[in-house]
Antibody, heavy 120, light 106 residues
Framework: EVQLVESGGGLVKPGASLKLSCVAS????????MSWVRQTPGKTMEWIGD????????NYAPSLKNRFTISRDNAKSTLYLQMSNVRSEDTATYYC?????????????WGQGVMVTVSS | DIQMTQTPSSMPASLGERVTISCRAS??????LNWYQQKPDGTIKPLIY???NLQSGVPSRFSGSGSGTDYSLTISSLEPEDFAMYYC????????FGGGTKLELK
């Protein structure tokens, strides 16, 4: 059974940094692209970015590219999201997803989500 | 970025009713359109990919159609477990989502 379990969320002050983790199980992690998607309190969904199966390539939503960094450790089957200089508008639930490219870009498994609240 | 306009934003409906949710793209997306369901506990699962292909394990009462800029998700006969949020998602150079439709029990 595929499982994606996020952690690392919580309350953080504006301007601070935070690193989210996602531990994957039930599939060969190193064979798949992985992605982060977030959902705001108003229920808007936003794709953050993704990372190639071997970690050699990352792609980001243009509005987040300069502050968010996605990485992975295939030996630990773990995906990461490093958030820097966080703002109140980064308050959201963050989902780790497995991404498929065939026949089109598609998120076939989602974690349960982890909440991040940015507030002073 | 391609903008996705999803309608309606909420929809009261009854058990057994046939419902349709629409998604319109700001430009043609060549059928690169997926649908997801989010339950009240936050669990998200894929329903349909590439406009009309049912994800494994999804009941056949769900179907998708469309082309160009206009796409739709239809549930032929609502079951209790179908009352949830639904999102469309397109892929062009960067994936974007519709605003969501909350399907509520009338």
């Amino acid at each position: 059974e595929v499982q994606l379990v996020e952690s690392g969320g919580g309350l953080v002050k504006p301007g601070a940094s935070l690193k989210l983790s996602c531990v994957a199980s039930g599939f060969t992690f190193s064979d798949y692209w992985m992605s982060w998607v977030r959902q705001t309190p108003g229920k808007t969904m936003e794709w953050i970015g993704d990372i190639k199966y071997d970690g050699s390539y990352t792609n980001y939503a243009p509005s987040l590219k300069n502050r968010f960094t996605i990485s992975r450790d295939n030996a630990k089957s773990t995906l990461y999201l490093q958030m820097s200089n966080v703002r109140s508008e980064d308050t959201a639930t963050y989902y780790c997803t497995r991404a498929l490219w065939v026949p089109l870009y598609y998120f076939d498994y989602w974690g349960q989500g982890v909440m991040v609240t940015v507030s002073s | 970025d391609i903008q996705m306009t999803q309608t309606p934003s909420s929809m009261p409906a009854s058990l057994g009713e046939r419902v349709t949710i629409s998604c319109r793209a700001s430009q043609g997306i060549s059928n690169y359109l997926n649908w997801y369901q989010q339950k009240p506990d936050g669990t998200i699962k894929p329903l349909i990919y590439y406009t009309s292909n049912l994800q494994s394990g999804v009941p056949s009462r769900f179907s998708g159609s469309g082309s160009g800029t206009d796409y739709s998700l239809t549930i032929s006969s609502l079951e209790p477990e179908d009352f949830a949020m639904y999102y469309c998602q397109q892929y062009d150079s960067s994936p974007t989502f519709g605003g969501g439709t909350k399907l509520e029990l009338k």
